[in-house]
């Protein structure tokens, strides 16, 4: 694993140090996440954790090369699919794309820097992120685009059964990076029906509202085979993706001059 500190982290600048340190070429990372229900193993800010460590990971990796430095976390996004469990924080769609579009604004009053990579913890933030982008781009002159850390890994391909929400993956890099919350012995077995995972949430020919306190597409909130996890998994879900957003990184710098 790659060595986590702070020289790049931009919370832990001087105001001073901003001016002197980020120039116009510098890649901000912005990670959010979302605070909601994981099943019963995994913490309700299980999708913050993986964005913030994510985050740090690629910036350990890449900061020198591409300037990158590491934005501080927001760890509230959509999760109305959530919504039926305790614990379940969400916004609404208007409050999500104000922030977002409040923190563009301050970004570029804040530093020099144009360029912003979103990386996004949580699936239910996704729909948003994907048209907000455009406005962002349009209105605050910034170079941007949105990595989905699990779906860029590759790894969700490679699960037997449907990987959605606090399965494999996810109770994988939680057993990397925190496993002392993870409750190894609250994991359940793999629920739902394929059929009905497949129609409701993996089609992309026609979009649902969907729920996982639905028991045709969860167990206890879980849809994915969680008691497979290893941090072993999880390092090769770090590994993957850091070899894959490599080339994001680039083409992102390259569309600076376009």
Not at 109 to 125: D, F, K, M, P, T
Not at 158 to 182: K, N, R, W, Y
Not at 191 to 202: S, V
Not at 207 to 215: H, K, L, N, Q, V
Request: with cysteine; charged share 20%; proline share 5%.
């Amino acid at each position: 694993m790659t060595d986590r500190n702070d020289d790049r982290a931009f919370g832990a600048l001087a105001f001073q140090d901003v001016t002197e340190k980020i120039g116009r070429g510098a890649v901000l990372c912005l990670p959010l996440g979302a605070t909601e229900q994981h099943g019963p193993h995994l913490p309700l800010n299980t999708d913050a954790i993986i964005a913030e460590h994510v985050v740090r990971e690629i910036v350990a990796r890449y900061g020198a090369e591409f300037d990158l430095w590491r934005l501080p976390l927001l760890p509230v996004g959509l999760s109305r699919e959530h919504g039926w469990a305790a614990g379940t924080l969400t916004l609404n769609v208007r409050t999500f794309a104000a922030l977002l579009r409040d923190m563009a604004a301050s970004l570029v009053r804040a530093c020099a820097a144009r360029n912003l990579a979103v990386v996004n913890g949580h699936g239910g933030n996704r729909g948003i992120l994907e048209a907000l982008i455009y406005e962002l781009q349009d209105e605050f002159g910034l170079n941007l685009c949105v990595v989905h850390p699990l779906a860029l890994s590759g790894m969700e391909q490679e699960c037997a059964f449907p990987d959605i929400h606090g399965g494999l993956i996810e109770t994988s890099l939680m057993l990397l990076f925190a496993p002392h919350l993870v409750r190894a012995d609250r994991i359940p077995a793999a629920g739902g029906d394929r059929q009905a995972i497949g129609a409701l949430i993996l089609d992309r020919g026609v979009s649902w509202p969907w729920s996982s306190g639905d028991p045709a597409l969860a167990e206890r909130g879980v849809t994915g085979e969680a008691q497979r996890a290893s941090a072993e998994i999880g390092r090769r879900v770090i590994e993957r993706l850091l070899e894959n957003v490599r080339p994001v990184l680039q083409q992102l710098r390259a569309r600076e001059t376009r």
